[in-house]
């Protein structure tokens, strides 16, 4: 079943520290690895991917607090809320397979962007994937539930 789709795609790499992070063209997700060029891949494998809904840039937006795509850290931006869906739920993202892990803590860091952001999106931030399956992910792909 169609959920939605891709509405932006990010990568961290060793180049691009911080955030907001850059928009890419694709990302090649690489089982047993992370996304190719990703400053974080090899690291945690249970956090290797992090999808954020376009939901929780809303709920900032709603409270005064404008954000830039990809100020969250997310690796991939969707047009539906991901923390509808039970941690151990897998999308597909044409031939790519990701499957949820948990749900992303806020992290202090994001006082940067306003002092109130981590408490407002407390269980709202995004939600980490590891790589069921190998593929690279465009902007305006579907997302299907698995």
Known sequence: MILGEVLEIFSATKESSGLPRP?????????????????FAKKNLDQTVMIVGI?????????????????LGENILVDFDPHDFKVGTCFKIGDAVIQTTQICTVCNHLSVFD???PKLLKGQRGIYCKIIKSGKILKNMNVEEL
């Open 55 to 71: 939901k929780s840039y809303q709920l900032a937006k709603a409270n005064n607090i404008d954000l830039e795509l990809g100020s």
């Open 23 to 39: 928009k890419v063209v694709n990302l090649n997700l690489i089982e047993n690895h992370g996304i190719e060029f990703d400053k």
């Open 115 to 117: 002092k109130n952001l």
